[in-house]
């Protein structure tokens, strides 16, 4: 019970470091310049930008999709800030590099079609825009005309939700959410039967986004043409753009199967939650829980797609180099157990060579002796494993011997029990618990693999690919292997802590470690 | 001094080091002495931070073995200080007239030899840019010694007195450090340095920071365990009960016996360093040019095979031998040797 008991505590403490290696990742992540995108990193456009550079600026910013505001809805408003931030933040990253002139006219040039939508008039975004294209020229390339822009967006924003509200109490809404709920509820089932009143007509209308998550509903259960209207509704108050060659009555209803968590209130713990995960942090953290890592900068692809067609390649390399290890290391520790002085001593020199001759060097040296194919993952596993095969050995002859000096071997002998049948039958399996922590300890190789070897040998797995993108800056996918490897390694530990209970279940919960 | 056999190897060692410490008195552009209108020697006038650090921690390790340890610390916290204030490269040659003495070999790492000097000016030859081989190596250990040792010290200085803290006071604080510590000890070390110094401008210090970044929880982790041990003990509850501090009790109890690991785990340390620092530099992350290192001369060196070149053999060759060396001077000897040894 008490060894449950800890093996619970452990797993808790483990939960709570992952949480806190995700958050170091992301602030590694989002500390870095360029990088406060949500998307990954933004793509700059230089001062003799291409169309398609500015298209690539349009979409990372955001600014090629409609903005989701209404006053009356406060995560909305926080969004439109967090949005304006992003372009404020991309802004002075772009004027130390001298091309805010250059952005200025090209983000003044927004305000366009969808824009002006029911609710993106009053969004933040089309009068920051404004703000923007008015200021920046005469402000120059100044930190201090960003500066001013930026507080001229907040106090616009502060102004909508002021006009928003003002707005809701004209139209006849009762101030206090649930009864406005109520009011909108009401509102949108008697659209959905055809007999709206023209004041019901009109909250819908003010009520922009707060209305929509009863709209939906509505329509799901209106019958047709009805239903065929309310979804148009939607579609229009969510200012969704449907694709080209889309149907956008069945584009509309996924669109919204996949939104409809942001527009629906939510209360008690839901809300907690809710708000945590709408903060950049908790949603990136959310997102790397749900293996959701963003996009690869340099493979223009999920890096979770990345990861997943390199992780076989890391796995089949780790399995070798660990099945090698135990195969080796065992057979080794009772040679050297049993071996004389002289022999012991040959075994304690070889192991004190390939403990100390770094994994970069064994590998050039394999390299140079074995001259393998690219990708050859058998020397490669060879390489990783020939320091862990006399690492093992040397910790399990040390407890070997620790379990051969014990009280109850001596009784073993002294009833007769000698040789193989005292060393396989009764020493190898109390001697084993520090090759379980040891094997524990190389399981992250399985994951995150060998950053050297895997790039010397070519083999295309996640180490390698870890380089490549530090190489290449593709930050999203070098940041997603760091944290999954130090995911892999808390996990890893706790494996060993659960395994260590259950073989040996006293020593384990006093807290000794093998 | 008692000297045993341990202190032989030391000495030896502390000797064969010379060289590669006083690197730019041994091979340097510039000449040693020169009289005209400078009295001071050119090559001493112009070092660069790297170059002091190297003398100074010589010096220090002299002074160890001497027994002097305070000397030594002051030493290496001086030469830290005027590191500081010294440019970060070395200055070129000053105006001096006569030149009276020449280093042993005329090249530093970074100066090509534009001429192609015949071989005998070059004692092993030069690289495919016409550099001199023996200056790469000399400045290449020099460079990695260096790393590995003074991320060495950071990291048990600053280990041992955050594992004691954490072991010894138990609040709120130390074990947000300690769980702090344990998730920075989750991460892939070597990829997180990796992106760490691909992300900044590269700088030889920066490295070194983020080596002792990643290599601090190990260390922490294997004091703070010590440290639980010994507070068991009945010595401790003793001078706990006489109202000892923290600090006091790591001081003047706790690391008398805590020096033997912290020996053995400081030489073990400094060999992951140093293979750490290579495998930095064969990815094109470690030392930032012009300065060189064994990694970067050891991927230099794997670029022209299927030729295997000198230059390849020689930084294999250091890179093992330099760790081989801290881990058997790290090897915890037994109580059989010790008394054989004293």
Not at chain 1, 275 to 298: K, V
Not at chain 1, 340 to 358: F, I, K, Q, S
Request: proline fraction near 5%.
């Amino acid at each position: 019970m008490r060894a449950l008991g800890r093996a619970l505590q452990r797993l808790l403490a483990a939960a709570a470091v992952l949480l806190f290696v995700l958050v170091l990742a992301f602030a590694a992540l989002g500390s870095l310049a360029g990088a406060n995108s949500d998307d990954g990193p933004l793509v700059a456009p230089q001062i003799h930008a291409t169309p398609a550079e500015r298209q690539l600026m349009r979409e990372s910013l955001g600014l090629d999709r409609p903005l989701l505001m209404n006053a009356d809805v406060p995560t909305a408003a926080r969004t439109a800030r967090r949005a304006w931030a992003r372009v404020v933040s991309e802004l002075e990253r772009l004027e130390a590099t001298g091309s805010l002139l250059e952005v200025a006219p090209l983000l003044s040039a927004f305000p366009s079609r969808e824009l002006q939508t029911l609710d993106a008039k009053h969004s933040a975004l089309a009068l920051a825009l404004r703000e923007l294209a008015r200021c920046a020229p005469l402000s120059g390339a100044s930190r201090a005309g960003v500066r001013a822009v930026s507080t001229a967006v907040a106090e616009a924003c502060q102004r909508l939700e002021a006009q928003g509200q003002a707005a809701l109490s004209l139209a006849g809404l009762k101030p206090t959410a649930p009864e406005r709920e109520q009011q909108l509820e009401q509102a949108a089932l008697a659209c959905a039967q055809g007999n709206e009143s023209e004041e019901q007509r009109r909250w819908i209308s003010v009520a922009g986004c707060a209305a929509l998550p009863h709209l939906a509903r509505a329509a799901e259960v209106a019958q047709e043409p009805r239903a065929q209207v309310l979804w148009d509704r939607v579609r229009e108050v969510a200012a969704i753009q449907v694709p080209a060659g889309s149907d956008p009555r069945a584009f509309t209803q996924r669109w919204w199967r996949r939104h409809a968590d942001e527009f629906t209130p939510a209360g008690g713990l839901e809300s907690i939650a809710r708000s945590l995960s709408s903060s950049r942090c908790g949603m990136w953290i959310a997102m790397a829980l749900r293996g959701d890592f963003g996009e690869s900068t340099r493979h223009q692809r999920p890096v979770a797609e990345v990861l997943r067609e390199r992780l076989p390649a890391t796995m089949r390399t780790g399995w070798l180099a660990l099945v090698l290890i135990l195969a080796l290391a065992i057979p080794l520790a009772l040679l050297q157990l049993r071996a004389r002085a002289r022999l012991r001593l040959v075994c304690d020199g070889a192991t004190a060579v390939a403990l100390a001759v770094p994994e970069t060097v064994v590998a050039v040296l394999a390299l140079i002796v074995l001259e393998p194919a690219r990708g050859n993952e058998w020397i490669a596993a060879g390489v990783l494993a020939l320091g862990g095969i006399f690492y093992f050995a040397a910790h399990l002859r040390v407890r070997l011997e620790e379990v051969l000096a014990e009280p109850w071997v001596f009784a073993l002998r002294m009833r007769g029990v000698k040789g193989q049948r005292l060393i396989f039958r009764h020493l190898l399996l109390p001697a084993l618990s520090p090759v379980v922590t040891l094997t524990a300890s190389a399981l992250p190789l399985l994951v995150s693999g060998s950053v050297v070897v895997e790039t010397m040998f070519g083999v295309p797995g996640m180490g390698s690919a870890a380089a490549d993108a530090t190489l290449h800056g593709d930050l999203p996918l070098a940041m997603s292997a760091i944290a999954l490897g130090g995911a892999a390694t808390l996990i890893s530990w706790w494996l060993a802590e659960v395994v260590q209970i259950v073989l040996n279940p006293p020593r384990a919960a006093r807290g000794v470690s093998a | 001094m008692n000297t045993t056999r341990a202190h032989w190897v030391w000495i030896l060692l502390t000797g064969a080091l010379a060289p590669v410490a006083f690197a730019p008195l041994l091979c340097n552009e510039l000449p040693l002495l020169a009289g005209g209108a400078s009295p001071l020697s050119p090559a001493l006038w112009g070092l660069a931070p790297r170059d002091l650090l190297g003398m100074a921690l010589w010096c220090a390790g002299v002074c160890v073995l001497c027994g002097r340890g305070r000397w030594a610390l002051a030493l290496i916290v001086v030469s830290l200080l005027a590191s500081l204030a010294l440019p970060l490269e070395r200055v070129g040659a000053t105006a001096a007239s006569d030149v009276l003495l020449h280093c042993p070999v005329p090249y530093s790492a970074e100066s090509v030899d534009r001429e192609l000097s015949s071989a005998s000016v070059h004692w092993l030859g030069t690289d495919r840019y016409s550099r001199d081989l023996l200056a790469l190596l000399v400045y290449g250990t020099r460079d990695s010694l260096l790393c590995a040792l003074l991320v060495t010290l950071m990291v048990t200085a600053l280990g041992t007195v955050s594992g004691a803290w954490t072991a010894l006071v138990r609040t709120p604080w130390s074990t947000t450090v300690m769980r702090g510590l344990q998730a920075l000890d989750a991460f892939p070390a070597l990829l997180a340095v990796l992106v760490l110094q691909s992300l900044c401008r590269p700088s030889f210090m920066l490295m070194l920071g983020w080596l002792v970044l990643f290599r601090w929880p190990s260390q922490h982790r294997l004091v703070q365990g010590e440290v639980r041990r010994l507070e068991g003990e009945a010595w401790c509850a003793a001078a706990r009960s006489d109202g000892a501090s923290w600090w006091g009790l790591l001081r003047h109890e706790m690391l008398p016996h805590l020096r033997a690991m912290l020996t053995t785990h400081a030489a073990l340390n400094v060999a992951l360093v140093l293979a750490m620092e290579s495998a930095l530099a064969w990815l094109g992350f470690g030392v930032p040019a012009p300065a060189v290192s064994l990694g970067a001369l050891l991927r230099q060196g794997q670029d022209d095979l299927p030729f295997v070149t000198p230059l390849l053999l020689t930084s294999l060759a250091l890179i093992c031998g330099l760790c081989f060396a801290a881990v058997l001077l790290g090897r915890r000897r037994t109580p059989a040797e010790e008394s054989g040894h004293s």
